[in-house]
Each structure stands twice: as C-alpha cells, then as structure tokens.
C-alpha cells in the first residue's frame, strides 16, 4: 500500500489489511528483547499507528484536523497505552538518542520523511537508519535552496540538541548526509 513513499489510504481502508498488524502491535511482548528488535519494533508500531489513526477518519486533508492526533489519542503498544508523542519521545528518543530516527518516523504529512514500503528490521536497522536519513535529507521537503536562501526542516530547530545543539553541528549533520 506504499509507492514512492506515499499510502494508499483509499485501498488499505477497503481492504482492512492493517488490522492483523495493529493487534500484532498491540498484544506484542518485548520482554528479553534486544536493543535493535525493540528499536525497530517501536519504529514500526509508530508508522503503522499514524497510518491507522489517519484511516479512522479517512478521507481527510490533514493529519492536524484530527483533535489530538499526536498527544491525546491513546494507542496501545505492547500493552502499554500511549499517544503517538509518547510513543516517539518516551520509547524512542529519550531511551535511544539517536538522531536518525527523526527521519524514519513518518508523521502524515506531505512534509515527514517519506515512508517506506517494508519494516524496518533489527538485522538491518543500522544500514536502513543510514538510509533513510540520507534518503530524507536529500529530499526537497526537507532542504530546500533556490541558490541564495536555503531553508531546512523544522526538526532541525525542534530538536537541535539530538543534532549537536548549535547551527554549525545541524550543518555538520546535514551536509554528512546530503549528497
């Protein structure tokens, strides 16, 4: 249901194949997992989670006309019930710290990173990671020039700290990755 790091939300919903997935999500065990598995775990159950969450009031023009989106509905990952922003700060950022992870959390909007069309994996979290942030950085939505300005995601100045903490180390950041 993933092209060219769009959804096909119109076909999903028809279909109902994100459900098995989301009861997966929900009744999961992470108990004795390693590092990498819960990682990729919480990863996907973000992704999965804001797809589902747009298919409850699909069709629509944005993920920001649903009231409390990200920081009020509750979900249930792993038999913990969360929102989305718990999800990302509590379970990924502040227990991970890694940066890449802004670029692989995909958040609804024409302007998030683009989403992939597989899961990521613990066997290949470290290769998919570098990927996608170099994939997101070289992206329009993300960096955009007209030769004399460039601007730069709004990530960039919400979490600056994951990035270095000042202007100079973001443009570190970003330019280790673009192409």
Same mark, same amino acid.
């Given at each position: $249901?993933?092209?060219?790091?769009?959804?096909?939300?119109? &076909?999903?919903?028809? !279909?109902?194949?994100?459900?098995?997935? +989301?009861?997966?999500?929900?009744?999961?065990?992470?108990?004795?997992?390693?590092?990498?598995?819960? *990682?990729?775990?919480?990863?996907?159950?973000?992704?999965?989670?804001? +797809? %589902?969450?747009?298919?409850?009031?699909?069709?629509?023009?944005?993920?920001?006309?649903?009231?409390?989106?990200?920081?009020k509905? *509750?979900?249930?990952?792993?038999?913990?019930?969360?929102?989305?922003?718990? @999800?990302?700060?509590?379970?990924?950022?502040?227990?991970?710290? %890694?940066?890449?992870?802004?670029?692989? @959390?995909? /958040?609804?909007?024409?302007? /998030?990173?683009?989403?992939?069309?597989?899961? $990521?994996?613990?066997?290949?979290?470290?290769?998919? @990671?570098?990927?996608q !942030?170099?994939?997101? @950085?070289?992206?329009?939505?993300f960096?955009?020039?007209?030769?004399v300005? !460039?601007?730069? &995601? =709004?990530?960039?100045?919400?979490y600056?700290e994951?990035?270095g903490?000042?202007? &100079? =180390?973001? +443009?570190?950041?970003?330019?280790?990755?673009? &192409?």
């Amino acid at each position: $249901y993933v092209s060219e790091g769009r959804v096909n939300y119109k &076909s999903l919903q028809t !279909t109902g194949d994100i459900v098995p997935l +989301i009861i997966k999500v929900e009744k999961a065990n992470l108990e004795g997992t390693d590092e990498e598995t819960r *990682k990729a775990f919480y990863i996907n159950a973000y992704n999965l989670y804001v +797809i %589902d969450l747009v298919l409850r009031d699909y069709p629509l023009q944005s993920v920001q006309d649903i009231p409390g989106f990200f920081d009020k509905n *509750k979900i249930i990952v792993a038999g913990n019930k969360v929102t989305l922003n718990q @999800l990302e700060k509590d379970y990924l950022l502040k227990p991970f710290n %890694d940066p890449r992870l802004h670029f692989v @959390l995909v /958040c609804g909007a024409i302007g /998030c990173p683009p989403i992939i069309n597989f899961a $990521y994996r613990p066997q290949k979290l470290k290769e998919q @990671l570098e990927q996608q !942030t170099r994939t997101a @950085l070289n992206e329009f939505t993300f960096i955009r020039s007209n030769g004399v300005k !460039t601007e730069i &995601s =709004r990530i960039f100045k919400w979490y600056i700290e994951y990035f270095g903490g000042t202007k &100079s =180390r973001v +443009i570190d950041y970003i330019n280790n990755y673009r &192409s």
